[in-house]
């Protein structure tokens, strides 16, 4: 089984700490994503990465950052967390099929507060 | 930029009765549609896709969808639902971008609710 691991399952940090969200996949898969759950808003898209150290702006990117510096890492970072930032934040991996996109698989997501 | 509209937001039945989510996407070309699950405490999970062929694609646990491409619709059906299928449903469209690349976009979720 795939499987798509979050560092941490709960945080809580204060407005203006800067805070590092991992994620690892153990499927070798070329696709990794970011996306914060609110509710009644859905998933929606903050960065995505297609490929060792490349990244690609979603829909929702101000605030933060992306690394990726080994293909089965994808960290994401708020250089300076702020309350509207706290949020369920979910990790995805696909496989990629010349320009498709597989199926997403989920970590359990990090639950994120900001005080 | 595309969207998915999923027209229910919160939906309760009660068991044996049929369920049908409705999915709509705004994008013209190609896209592969999914159903995605998140049971409650659980991580989301694919509960069926479509890529081509046959529109009327069969999941897990009984689900079904048909894929209209002239409404651009995504239905999500099950003729019977159990309490077990007490869950927010997200449905998700990858186009074909410019460039080549296919970026997910998910709908906004819909929570059902099954009382026994």
């Known amino acids: 089984d795939v499987k798509v691991t979050q560092s941490s399952r709960y945080l809580v940090k204060r407005t203006g700490e800067k805070v590092f969200l991992e994620c690892v996949q153990d499927m070798d898969h070329e696709n990794m994503f970011w996306y914060r759950q609110d509710p009644g808003l859905g998933l929606r898209l903050i960065y995505f990465?297609?490929?060792?150290?490349?990244?690609e702006k979603g829909d929702i990117p101000e605030g933060y950052s992306v690394s990726r510096e080994k293909k089965e890492r994808f960290s994401l970072i708020l250089e300076s967390a702020s309350t509207n930032q706290t949020s369920m934040y979910l990790c995805a991996s696909s496989l990629r099929h010349g320009d498709e996109i597989g199926e997403l698989f989920f970590g359990e997501g990090s639950r994120l507060t900001v005080l | 930029a595309q969207s998915v509209s999923q027209h229910n937001h919160h939906v309760i039945l009660s068991e044996a009765a049929s369920l049908e989510l409705g999915c709509n996407y705004s994008y013209g070309g190609t896209v592969n549609l999914f159903w995605y699950v998140q049971y409650p405490g659980q991580h989301l999970q694919l509960l069926l896709k479509?890529?081509?062929?046959?529109?009327l694609v069969k999941g897990i646990k009984g689900f079904e969808a048909e894929f209209i491409k002239s409404k651009f619709s995504f239905n999500l059906r099950k003729p019977s639902v159990q309490w077990s299928d007490t869950a927010e449903y997200f449905c998700?469209?990858?186009?074909?971008?410019?460039?080549?690349?296919?970026?997910?976009?998910f709908g906004r979720g819909t929570s059902l609710i099954v009382h026994p």
């Open positions: 990465s297609y490929d060792v150290k490349m990244k």
């Open positions: 998700a469209v990858n186009p074909l971008l410019t460039g080549g690349s296919y970026i997910p976009t």
């Open positions: 479509y890529f081509s062929g046959d529109p």
